[in-house]
């Protein structure tokens, strides 16, 4: 009989973290590039493009290895309601990792402005150029960014709670220490 592992994969644990880091600086570069409307502005979104584009990759790789590994269990004496809230707000982190980037992409797309990755590496259209499909999009885009960021602060101050205050190895289980 295989007991249920006490930690994540070692490749889970190095996504979540890159991802963890790269979403964060995602976040601060998309507020930057709004905020902003000097030349910082087209710097950022050059960094903004391809690390989005970089995220959906990544997340897609996240996903196979989620699927494919085990992972350790939530603890027996967790309420319902915090079990539930833990697997909604994991479905809800993966579709956002998912959607912003494609609609990042079919917003450029449907500006009319090529998805440039480098100077040299461009993507395929996602859409055709369509300026009202633009702002439905462009709007979508910010709107779920903010859901992105509520989200990731409900996840850290769940896992803070786990790790400082339950100190039940949920914590532990992503960082790989035995605490």
Do not use: C
Request: aromatic share 8%; charged share 10%; proline share 6%.
């Amino acid at each position: 009989m295989n007991a249920q592992p006490r930690f994540f994969a070692l490749l889970a644990r190095l996504l979540h973290w890159l991802m963890a880091l790269m979403i964060i600086a995602m976040l601060f570069i998309g507020a930057g590039m709004v905020a902003s409307v000097s030349e910082r502005h087209e710097w950022l979104i050059h960094l903004h493009k391809p690390l989005g584009i970089a995220i959906l990759a990544l997340v897609i790789v996240r996903l196979s290895v989620r699927f494919s590994t085990r992972q350790p269990p939530l603890p027996a004496d967790l309420p319902l309601w915090q079990v539930l809230a833990a697997r909604a707000s994991h479905v809800v982190l993966y579709a956002l990792m998912l959607v912003l980037p494609l609609l990042g992409w079919a917003m450029i797309s449907a500006a009319g402005d090529p998805v440039m990755l480098s100077s040299s590496v461009q993507l395929p259209a996602l859409v055709e150029a369509n300026a009202p499909l633009f702002a439905l999009l462009r709007k979508a885009h910010g709107y779920l960014a903010y859901l992105l960021f509520l989200t990731v602060l409900l996840h850290l101050a769940a896992a803070l709670f786990h790790g400082l205050i339950r100190r039940d190895g949920v914590l532990q289980s992503m960082t790989g220490t035995k605490g």
